[in-house]
């Protein structure tokens, strides 16, 4: 409770719209110690005296009356009328609601089909009938209000309910033989109770406009009392010649509701977590870059070289280093693994290379990623764009959700080409056809025309897999691309990646937490952990013989088959946080080998033998230092 | 996708006869004796007493709701005992001003209060998305009707730019450009409110969508950024927009009535008002009934939208 009225007093706005209610509640429940003229006393004589008169602050209204003193009671009024208006409908609609949550069937169906059929009249409409049938008055125009949203609390409430009907604690009243009335007054309305209040003070505002509305057409207050919709509909005929009688009433309704609506956003956005933790922001079109100090020249001449790439996420005042310094290269026609846990950073390294690491949070701190020779870090949106699909495509994980679920998958194919090339629509579709084909799709030429989701998990990572190819790009960067799909599926993929990446070239980097895979598919491997490479090499040579322990327990990890029966070595423990990465080797806390000297200081990646690298001081295979 | 309307075409009915029993009972709720009410209080006792007999008024509830439901299903609505002519002919003359105005509205709400909010999402806490969201703020929170006499205020008094009132001139021609004339001030009062809140509603679901993977995938394929907010996003996010435009077109209509008062539009808005304030009872009934079975049609052709727009949804 304290945490959320912080929450709430750092949103300024919400803030100023509590104190705005907070004031006029306050001169609405004091008006009657204020004082002021009385409101209904007539003074024809001084009729429409504009404000700022003598003993009329506000000026008169066309019967002379004073019109601040009729602007106080008239709020009094209006805020009374709004509030009894939602506490009326509160109660009776979250009864109902409770009801038709609880005992649910028959019961749930007849009341919810009721509250169906009133809120498909236009809100108005029912107010109208009701205040025809009862005629105009204010009581009457206050229950014609109160009813109409008497249904949007059923519906609510009704949600509510019925997630908690079904908890463990209202079974256990039930078996301790509790009757339904006492258990939805001891068990159910105390957890019900907080939507309530809520739902009450979202709709308090639209109360008080609603009853305001039917006072203006003359429906609610009848004279000589007036509340602020009452005071408005009267001003109108002297809206031309006497306007500071309607824009006074007028502007008061204006400050309180957008009072209310400030402070209703503001415990909206108090309540709602996702916002605390920066969640709704939508990512940019590239991520962020932030990099300070010198830029790292190539370390290679390769076709594609990450050097020293840093990636963090900012969430709220939490750093998290997601990728702390990777060196990587991959040649033409080469396929380089990248294989770690979840969150060891292979994912955010491969986003970073194009900028699609999602930002905010994520901010690329330092590094460089030269593509064929350039440095592409931080260059212009127009330039990634015109090399993301054309030079350097991605496959993902996931195809379901990687696809557009609304786009037939030739469109989404077409529109891959269409980015790059200027081409005719007939020549795009016979190209994405032939890209079906490619990656042996049957029957493409009908194919082509489904959704994604009436395609097989399978079929669909093919798709990704042909959309990735559709500009004959350099370079592919495949995102666990086999993991959503079953193990005969995965082989599939795997040969046709394989078999692409011959005939055309193609530089693969392959992200996959599955060694076997990698064994399959790969020329090198690089092994990342807590957002550093601690091992790379040639794949079989490290296969055989890894030289990291994380590396060695991670390929023990894997069953092999015929292998007979053996204890799988799960590795104890989790991967560090990266928000509080230790000072010396991260993967410390879990090696059985790890000695103070690991924890000191930070271990470097050294050069071991002709091609491969490790980042440890107690190497699994005693290894010749070079570097 | 024929065989989708008809199934919700059908589904229509009990709604509309749930519609037609809300609003016979609201006005069997009538204190004393319905005949008094339709025909007013002066009426003689002998005017009373035949209304009644020929109304079926003196039997009881439910054969009384059957009487009257089929005389609706005939397109007898009743007869408006102030205006003295057929409920249903004055409801149809007065519907089409109201259509035209809240059409307009909803038209405009619905095309600005979409772009708002895609550029308010895609703008996301930049100046653009602070002052839409400013201004949407200031538009939910202004009450239509004072909206609308500000405006005639300014816009017609002040400056002159737009006639004060009423949808034709009492002298002249009617044609088109006139129509427009006498038609912006309201429909925009009409449009602020609605405007905003499907702006808000649409940069959430924006906000929702940018987030997907499919994003992502668009980008990454080197898809123009405009285009991926344009196409991509907005086209997953009509799915959760549309509804809320059905909801909203309520609202518009709803709105109406109060900006027909103030604007003296000539439509069934105004039309109930002055009904319910002579106590002319079966044209509130018959107008109720005729606007409600309206907004449940243009629910349907929301739902059928829907379902063009989305192929998941089985037709």
């Known amino acids: 409770m304290m945490a959320f009225l912080r929450l709430l007093a750092r949103n300024r706005l919400a803030l100023a719209g509590l104190i705005v209610i907070g004031v006029i509640v306050f001169l609405a429940l004091i008006t009657p110690l204020l004082p002021l ?480 895979v990698v064994g399959q598919l790969c020329d090198r491997v690089a092994v990342m952990y807590a957002g550093q490479i601690v091992e790379e090499g040639p794949t079989e040579a490290v296969l055989r013989s890894p030289q990291h322990p994380y590396t060695a327990r991670l390929i023990a990890c894997v069953p092999t088959l015929g292998g007979g029966q053996r204890k799988l070595a799960a590795i104890p423990g989790l991967p560090p946080v990266v928000d509080h990465l230790p000072i010396g080797c991260a993967f410390a806390e879990r090696c059985n080998k790890a000695q103070d000297l690991c924890r000191a200081k930070p271990v470097d990646l050294v050069t071991t033998g002709m091609t491969r690298k490790t980042r440890c001081l107690f190497p699994e295979v005693p290894v010749e230092r070079s570097a | 996708m024929t065989g989708y309307i008809l199934k919700r075409l059908l589904s229509a009915i009990p709604v509309l006869l749930g519609i037609s029993v809300i609003v016979f009972l609201i006005m069997a709720m009538i204190p004393g004796d319905p005949a008094t009410a339709i025909l007013g209080s002066y009426a003689t006792p002998e005017n009373v007493e035949k209304l009644n007999r020929d109304l079926g008024l003196d039997q009881g509830l439910v054969p009384r709701y059957f009487i009257w439901l089929g005389n609706m299903l005939q397109g007898d609505f009743g007869r408006s005992f102030a205006l003295n002519r057929p409920v249903l002919d004055e409801v149809l003359d007065r519907f089409g001003a109201t259509l035209i105005l809240a059409g307009t509205s909803f038209v405009m709400c619905s095309i600005l209060g979409i772009a708002a909010g895609v550029i308010s999402a895609a703008r996301q806490y930049g100046f653009a998305d602070k002052a839409i969201t400013f201004v949407v703020l200031l538009g939910i929170s202004i009450p239509s009707f004072f909206l609308g006499m500000m405006m005639i205020l300014i816009f017609a008094v002040q400056l002159r730019w737009f006639p004060v009132s009423g949808m034709w001139p009492i002298y002249g021609d009617r044609n088109l450009w006139v129509l427009m004339d006498h038609l912006a001030m309201p429909a925009i009062a009409l449009a602020v409110v609605a405007t905003g809140v499907i702006a808000r509603l649409a940069r959430s679901a924006m906000l929702e969508v940018l987030r997907q993977d499919f994003i992502r995938t668009a980008r990454a394929k080197g898809v123009h950024e405009r285009r991926v907010i344009w196409r991509h996003a907005l086209r997953a996010a009509m799915v959760s927009i549309i509804p809320i435009l059905g909801i909203q077109a309520g609202f518009v209509l709803s709105g109406a009535v109060y900006i027909e008062m103030v604007f003296q539009w000539p439509g069934v808005g105004r039309m109930l008002v002055d009904a319910i304030l002579k106590r002319d009872i079966l044209l509130v009934q018959g107008g109720v009934v005729f606007i409600a079975a309206c907004y449940v049609m243009f629910n349907i052709m929301v739902d059928v939208a829907q379902a063009l727009l989305d192929p998941r949804i089985k037709t």
């Open chain 1, 37 to 516: 003229a009385d409101p209904d006393v007539t003074d024809t004589p001084n009729r429409f005296l504009p404000p700022l008169s003598e003993g009329a602050l506000l000026g008169t209204d066309h019967l002379g009356r004073d019109l601040l003193s009729r602007l106080m009671w008239g709020t009094r009024l209006s805020l009374a009328m709004g509030l009894a208006a939602a506490i009326i409908a509160a109660t009776i609609g979250s009864a109902i609601g409770i009801i038709a949550g609880y005992y649910g069937g028959r019961t749930d169906n007849l009341i919810m089909r009721g509250v169906d059929m009133l809120m498909a009249f236009p809100y108005i409409l029912l107010a109208l009938a009701i205040v025809a049938a009862l005629g105009p008055g204010l009581m009457n125009a206050l229950i014609a209000v109160a009813a109409v949203n008497v249904p949007f609390f059923a519906r609510n409430i009704r949600g509510v309910t019925v997630g908690i009907a079904h908890k463990e604690f209202v079974d256990a009243a039930r078996l301790a033989g509790m009757r339904d009335r006492e258990i939805i007054l001891s068990e159910v309305l105390p957890n019900v109770l907080p939507v309530i209040v809520i739902a009450m003070s979202t709709t308090v505002g639209w109360m008080i406009l609603e009853t305001a509305g039917l006072s203006f057409l003359g429906l609610g207050s009848q004279p000589p009392q007036a509340d602020l919709g009452s005071m408005l509909g009267e001003a109108r005929s002297a809206l031309i010649t006497n306007p500071h009688t309607s824009i006074v009433p007028g502007a008061m309704i204006l400050i309180i509701v957008m009072g209310i609506n400030l402070l209703g956003d503001g415990v909206r956005d108090a309540l709602d977590p996702r916002l605390k933790s920066g969640a709704l922001s939508r990512p940019m079109p590239a991520t962020t870059v932030e990099r300070h100090g010198a830029v790292p020249a190539a370390k290679t001449d390769s076709l594609l070289d990450i050097a020293q790439l840093r990636t963090e996420f900012r969430v709220r005042d939490r750093v998290y280093q997601a990728v702390g310094g990777v060196d990587l290269h991959v040649e033409k026609g080469e396929c380089l693994g990248i294989i770690g846990e979840s969150g060891s950073g292979k994912s955010v390294t491969a986003l970073s290379v194009m900028g699609l690491v999602a930002s905010p949070p994520g901010v690329i701190t330092g590094g460089a990623v030269h593509f064929a020779g350039e440095d592409i870090i931080g260059a212009p949106y127009e330039k990634l764009r015109s090399l993301r699909g054309r030079r350097v495509a991605y496959i993902f994980q996931d195809p379901l959700a990687t696809l557009h679920p609304l786009y037939k998958v030739g469109d989404q194919l077409i529109e891959a080409i269409q980015s790059h090339e200027t081409v005719s629509h007939t020549a795009a579709r016979t190209r994405a056809v032939d890209l079906l084909k490619s990656v042996r799709i049957p029957n493409a030429e009908s194919r082509i025309d489904s959704y994604p989701y009436e395609m097989s998990g399978g079929m669909r990572q093919r798709v990704g897999i042909a959309m990735a190819l559709a500009n004959d790009p350099d370079v592919i960067i495949a995102d666990e691309p086999t993991t959503a799909l079953d193990v005969t599926v995965q082989a599939q993929i795997l040969s046709v990646l394989s078999d692409l990446r011959r005939e055309r070239g193609l530089a693969i980097i392959f992200i996959t937490h599955d060694f076997g």
